[in-house]
Nanobody
Framework: QVQLVESGGGLVQPGGSLRLSCVAS????????MAWFRQAPGNEREFVAG???????????EYTDSVKGRFTMSRDNSRNAAYLQMNSLQPEDTAVYYC?????????????????WGQGTQVTVSS
C-alpha cells in the first residue's frame, strides 16, 4: 500500500494560483499511476488530472475539461512527488483535493480504480 501526503492547499482570491504537492512512500514510485481528484461539498469526487504508467512509460498528463489550460500536473520521480500547479483559480475550483495512486497501470476501472488515497488538502477560492 502506498502512503500519500498532500500539501499546499489554502485560501486564494479568484485569479490566483496554488501549487499542490503529493509525496508518496514506496521504492517504485516511477511505476505509479498518479492522479488528482477533488470533491466539493455536496458533490461527488471528480477526476482532475492524472499521469498513467504503462509498462516502461509514463504518459503525459490528462485533464478534465474544466481545468485544461489552467492546471498543470507534473511529477518528480527522484522526490517521490507529484504536483498540481493551479492557475487562474475560480470559486468553482473550491474543493478538497486528493492525491491518488496505484503501483502499475490503470485497471479496467480507469482512474477510479486507484487504490491508495491521501487525506486531502482544502483549496478555497474566494474574495
Amino acid at each position: 500500500q502506498v502512503q500519500l501526503v498532500e500539501s499546499g492547499g489554502g485560501l486564494v482570491q479568484p485569479g490566483g494560483s496554488l501549487r499542490l504537492s503529493c509525496v508518496a512512500s514506496g521504492r517504485t514510485f516511477k511505476t505509479y499511476s498518479m492522479a488528482w481528484f477533488r470533491q466539493a461539498p455536496g458533490n461527488e469526487r471528480e477526476f482532475v488530472a492524472g499521469m498513467r504508467w504503462t509498462f516502461g512509460f509514463t504518459h503525459p498528463p490528462e485533464y478534465t475539461d474544466s481545468v485544461k489550460g489552467r492546471f498543470t500536473m507534473s511529477r518528480d520521480n527522484s522526490r517521490n512527488a507529484a504536483y498540481l500547479q493551479m492557475n487562474s483559480l475560480q470559486p468553482e475550483d473550491t474543493a478538497v483535493y486528493y492525491c491518488a495512486a496505484r503501483n502499475g497501470p490503470l485497471t479496467a476501472a480507469g482512474w477510479r480504480g486507484l487504490s491508495d488515497w491521501g487525506q486531502g488538502t482544502q483549496v478555497t477560492v474566494s474574495s
